[in-house]
């Protein structure tokens, strides 16, 4: 479209207390050559935005610069639609961090609205994506447990057309075996009712179930997903718009115990999950005769919170193993029941049931470390009793239940890419033995996805994709899990995981049908736009993309499946060849923003600082210092990404040749305890700046003016000093000796 600027600056909030704002109409209009440049006191307010729709109206103004607060605020109150738009942080980054009136502060001003004016003249207006194809509204739930179940029952009370596909022959998953459960407030224990959900679900017209199925196929991306359902050896095909997967969980397994929990040693030493599929809520008897149960011991955390097994707990043992006790007393009120345990967790209402169960004459252990002893037959369990302070042995023992924990089904291993799985493939042709670890694979959805057939299993297996931020997110756009695929939890639990696991693909959907990102930069309309006739097929693109977004074709070309994108730009800053880019977020946009930084004369002794921050944590964290009125080195720009593994090496270059002194690189702590909302996106910016000391060599600079800080947004009060450390040691360095260049 044809561009009519316009640019406003705000003077409350002491901008105009702090900064010549006659100067910066100048640089607007005189420098840059905006026709209209405007101030208001109070441009937030109703007759501020007035303003300024007064202008689109008689002046066709379809271009704006807001010079005003952080755009992490009045967000809504400055959209205007068909229209583009850039604010100009003079707020938190530049009166609330540096002093009124001084000179810096202005020059620091200024050359935000310059960088704003080449960031506009370079942004065009975003075109929401639209297939050739329909886009579904659907939803597939895989898994036909209670999570899946009451998934599945409450997308359709949400309006949407369901597939529910379940891999046993039975809908329920373990939850049908379980005979006895607890409900709270407890009433005593109650017969499970999951037949109940099973039947609501199979009589709702909206929900198509398949039973003994799988996923045989999951191709494109979200409301444009196709995937093919295998069912007696018959094929059904379906567009979907959003899965939800809750394939559940599966028992830790056993023999993989320490011998001394005795479990194999003695057939009366069995496993929680053992006990519900033996007993149900039929006659509790001796495994190894049938014999008549009169002593039990129940053990803790058997192989849980052990770094050596599962070093997570699973939240749900101990009160199944006090039911379980429960069960016992109810069938003989005599019996001797123990539980030793490490800590006893029953939260919230739960607590009530173990009241119940010390009450029904269930005696507790507290031991850290107990032993089960197989001897002629006979059972017994030595614990060192942590409240008496002496050791305990619980003799003649009819049966022991040791409390093992829950394992996603997700626990098959890494993912695995297409070269891999072509390599592993070839070694089995040439019988060359591959390691059973590396072969097993979750069997899921298998993904036509160049990044591996299925979700990526992250810590202990659970492929939550940022468990802070997102839950039921997985890395892959418009998967969703949810109950104990996702993390251990209970029957009340699942229901509301379910619930929301729900709600997130029903937000997927509506976003994507209108062409919008949907997390974290939900309502993005810009997606990536690829210049083929430059590819060099380098794969850069489709291997560092941390969420599948990109395949490839048989000549190794990239294929973008939009709908799979977050828009986080890892992508373009990957691309050697910079054939990626958005509608107004580009490396060229950036390097002109570059470029428009005034730099000094070397005899001004004002150095220029570069600073590239992520928008999720590093430039909240800055804008959190100025609310803070906390103040740093009047040297610094900023320029914040959608997420630091968009920067392209080409900005660094180009900064520097143009006299720029330092770069500093503002990014999310990564490792196992990530925080970036994309995943890779700081591990990924901090390998390409290993790559730096070619740059810098090749130019003569020391490689110390380029740095990697990681910061999270409540590590405000690090960013004076982050900034004022670098700003000295650039001063100790000295001048970029391209100034003037």
Request: hydrophobic share 35%; with cysteine; net charge negative.
């Amino acid at each position: 479209m044809e561009k009519k600027l316009a640019a406003y600056i705000c003077t409350g909030c002491g901008i105009g207390d702090a900064l010549d704002i006659e100067q910066l109409g100048k640089v607007v209009t005189e420098e840059s050559g905006i026709p209209i440049c405007k101030t208001h006191p109070n441009l937030c307010s109703e007759e501020g935005v007035g303003l300024i729709k007064e202008d689109m109206n008689s002046e066709g103004v379809n271009s704006i610069i807001i010079a005003a607060c952080s755009p992490r605020v009045m967000y809504d109150v400055f959209s205007f639609e068909g229209c583009i738009v850039d604010r100009v942080n003079l707020r938190e980054q530049v009166v609330w961090t540096h002093p009124p009136g001084d000179e810096d502060t202005q020059m620091m001003a200024e050359d935000y609205l310059r960088m704003s004016v080449a960031k506009v003249n370079d942004m065009e207006l975003p075109e929401p994506f639209k297939p050739e194809e329909e886009f579904s509204g659907d939803i597939l739930v895989v898994g036909g447990g209670i999570t899946g179940l009451t998934a599945a029952l409450e997308a359709a009370k949400a309006g949407r057309n369901v597939v529910l596909v379940e891999k046993e022959a039975q809908l329920g998953g373990f939850q049908a075996k379980v005979g006895k459960i607890a409900t709270f407030p407890y009433q005593g224990l109650q017969e499970n009712d999951i037949q109940q959900l099973i039947d609501e679900v199979a009589n709702n017209d909206k929900i198509t179930v398949y039973t003994g199925a799988q996923v045989e196929k999951t191709a494109g991306g979200p409301c444009l997903f196709t995937v093919t359902i295998k069912q007696n050896g018959s094929t059904a095909e379906h567009r979907i718009g959003a899965i939800v997967v809750a394939a559940g969980w599966q028992p830790y397994d056993p023999e993989k115990l320490d011998e001394k929990l005795g479990f194999g040693a003695s057939p009366n030493v069995i496993t929680n999950h053992m006990f519900e599929e033996k007993f149900g809520s039929g006659q509790i008897s001796r495994p190894s005769d049938g014999g008549e149960v009169k002593n039990v011991a129940f053990l803790q955390c058997a192989g849980q919170r052990d770094s050596n097994h599962l070093p997570y707990c699973s939240t749900v043992c101990c009160i199944t193993s006090v039911k379980q006790a429960l069960q016992i007393k109810e069938q003989d009120p005599d019996a001797g029941v123990f539980i030793v345990f490490k800590e006893m967790r029953t939260p919230g209402q739960a607590e009530d049931l173990y009241r119940k169960a010390q009450e029904a004459g269930v005696i507790f252990i507290r031991c850290q470390d107990p032993e089960v002893i197989a001897s002629d037959g006979k059972l017994s369990v030595e614990a060192q009793d942590e409240v008496l302070g002496e050791k305990v042995i619980l003799e003649d023992l009819d049966l022991v239940v040791l409390a093992t924990g829950m394992v996603p089904v997700t626990a098959f291993g890494p993912d695995i890419t297409q070269e891999e799985q072509e390599e592993e493939e070839k070694k089995k042709e040439e019988d060359i033995e591959v390691p059973l670890d590396v072969i097993r694979r979750s069997n899921i959805l298998n993904l036509d996805y160049r990044q591996g057939p299925e979700v990526p299993a992250l810590k202990y297996d659970f492929p939550d994709s940022h468990f802070i931020c997102f839950p039921y997110e997985s890395r892959r756009t418009g998967i969703y899990m949810a109950g104990c695929v996702r993390r251990p939890m209970g029957v009340a639990f699942a229901g509301e995981d379910a619930a929301g696991a729900v709600m997130k693909a029903i937000q997927c959907i509506e976003l994507t049908t209108r062409g919008a990102a949907v997390h974290p930069r939900a309502g993005d309309l810009t997606f990536p736009e690829f210049q083929m006739q430059r590819c060099t097929q380098c794969k850069r693109c489709t291997v560092e993309c941390p969420f599948g977004a990109i395949n490839e074709d048989e000549e190794a070309n990239p294929l973008p499946q939009v709908t799979r994108c977050r828009r986080c730009g890892v992508c373009m800053g990957a691309c050697p060849e910079r054939i990626i880019s958005f509608k107004n977020y580009s490396v060229g946009m950036i390097g002109n923003m570059l470029k428009a930084i005034e730099v000094p004369e070397e005899d001004e002794e004002k150095p220029r600082i570069v600073v590239l921050a992520c928008e999720n944590d590093a430039y909240p964290a800055l804008d959190m210092a100025g609310i803070h009125r906390m103040k740093y080195n009047a040297w610094v720009r900023v320029v914040p990404m959608r997420c630091l593994g968009s920067m392209n090496l080409i900005w660094i270059a180009d900064a520097l040749s143009r006299g720029i002194d330092g770069i500093i690189l503002l990014g999310c702590k990564h490792g196992d305890d990530y925080q970036c909302h994309f995943i890779k996106g700081s591990e990924l910016a901090n390998i390409r700046l290993g790559k730096v000391s070619e740059t810098l060599d090749r130019l003569a600079l020391e490689s110390e003016r380029v740095r990697f800080e990681t910061v999270s947004i409540i590590d405000y009060q690090r960013i004076p000093e982050i900034l004022d450390d670098f700003a000295n040691k650039i001063d100790e360095i000295g001048p970029n000796p391209f100034k003037g260049w």
